[in-house]
């Protein structure tokens, strides 16, 4: 069963940045598409940015031009670069494949308030 251990959150004022990070226990060369996913309170988890194995990517019109997605497959992580955070984008943020695998990991809070 992979394992997805999600890090990176925490507290910013609005307008600050965060860059969370996934290290998964499987080789990303064996998966074509990761992507992060957040779920805020009261809310259904939604895809947030996805990137594939040749580094095409896409964003939830949400956070474009403010979110990065990135892989690096032989360190099995996957990072989102966060600027420009609203507190609408308080939520957790979790990683996994696209689509997603059946188990979770425990997700990394990100809360953004002044």
């Known amino acids: 069963q992979v394992q997805l251990v999600e890090s990176g959150g925490g507290l910013v004022q609005p307008g600050g940045s965060l860059r969370l990070s996934c290290a998964a226990s499987?080789?990303?060369?064996?998966?074509?598409?990761m992507a992060w996913y957040r779920q805020a309170p009261g809310k259904q988890r939604e895809l947030v940015a996805a990137?594939?194995?040749?580094?095409?990517?896409n964003y939830a019109d949400s956070v474009k031009g403010r979110f990065t997605i990135s892989r690096d497959n032989a360190k099995n992580t996957v990072y989102l670069q966060m600027n420009s955070l609203k507190p609408e984008d308080t939520a957790v943020y979790y990683c996994?494949?696209?689509?997603?695998?059946?188990?979770w990991g425990q997700g990394t809070q990100v809360t953004v308030s002044s």
């Open positions: 996994n494949k696209q689509p997603p695998f059946g188990n």
């Open positions: 499987i080789s990303l060369f064996t998966i074509r598409t």
């Open positions: 990137i594939t194995s040749t580094g095409s990517t």
